[in-house]
């Protein structure tokens, strides 16, 4: 079955050169990644505000540092889906790629995508608040198991914390700037499983469109920016993506 049958739709994606994607908690909500909303993102009936933040982790570091590992236990557990595969595919297709998200699971990169543009970080990187020390998982692990008090510390003294944005830190400049320009300079931008909700991720998509961009969504439900998109998918992205990718590739197909 056909996905894609608006005409506008179909020349706007054999022509494009450069195609661009942002993705949110959606994509991985299908490999079993609970989402930071509502009642499943409660911990020990601590919500994510009352955990992810600098002056929660400085107060409480053994009870934030616990989660992130029960977050982290719960990513061991999963795989990247259909969704996450099918973004790999496209970037060995399209001419230009980028790929941007909002995740912090690293699930792209699982998936073998390249040059993921990491807009909220990566959850199982680490560095010391004190020193800049970076950590991979498997030291920081290690320290963590040696420590009674779940209170890992660096060699110098500081606290280790995840390589995340918490609520009220700014993102990452190289990683925003990557994305602005992405947004910018692309022909086609795909929004998807992001509620498009939280800035400055949710600008990428308009900034997109004022600049000529072709803008599609994919998502199970209406967004903030469903008025503006010019392609609405509907439906689940491990299920949406596979299909776009193969009528992408009949499209590009028909262009030689
Ligand atoms: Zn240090």
Redesign the pocket.
């Known amino acids: 079955m056909k996905l894609i049958e608006d005409p506008l739709a179909i020349k706007e994606l054999k022509i494009a050169r450069a195609i661009t994607v942002l993705t949110g908690a959606g994509i991985s909500a299908e490999s079993g990644i609970p989402t930071f909303r509502g009642e499943e993102g409660l911990w020990k009936e601590l919500s994510p505000e009352e955990l992810a933040s600098f002056e929660a982790f400085y107060k409480n570091t053994a009870v934030v540092t616990e989660w992130y590992q029960h977050r982290r236990d719960i990513l061991y557990h999963s795989k990247p889906n259909a969704g996450h595969y099918a973004l790999r595919e496209l970037q060995q297709l399209a001419s230009k790629f980028d790929l941007i998200t909002q995740n912090v699971d690293g699930l792209h990169q699982r998936a073998g995508s390249m040059d993921v543009i990491e807009l909220h970080g990566n959850i199982l990187e680490n560095y010391?608040i004190?020193?800049?020390?970076r950590f991979s998982q498997e030291e920081f692990d290690e320290i963590y198991r040696h420590n009674p008090n779940h209170i890992p510390h660096?060699?110098?003294?500081?606290l280790i914390r995840p390589n995340v944005v918490w609520f009220g830190e700014a993102l990452p400049e190289e990683s925003i700037e990557k994305a602005y320009d992405s947004a910018i300079t692309c022909d086609v931008f795909i929004s998807v499983g992001t509620s498009a909700q939280v800035v400055p991720a949710s600008n990428l998509p308009r900034i997109a469109k004022q600049n000529g961009a072709y803008l599609i969504e994919i998502n199970t439900a209406n967004t903030a920016i469903s008025d503006i998109v010019d392609l609405r998918l509907e439906g689940p992205s491990g299920t949406i993506l596979p299909m776009f990718i193969e009528d992408y590739k009949q499209l590009i197909k028909k262009n030689n």
Not at 130 to 133: E, I, K
Not at 154 to 158: I, L, N, P, S, V
């Open positions: 010391c004190n020193c800049n020390q660096c060699y110098c003294g500081g």
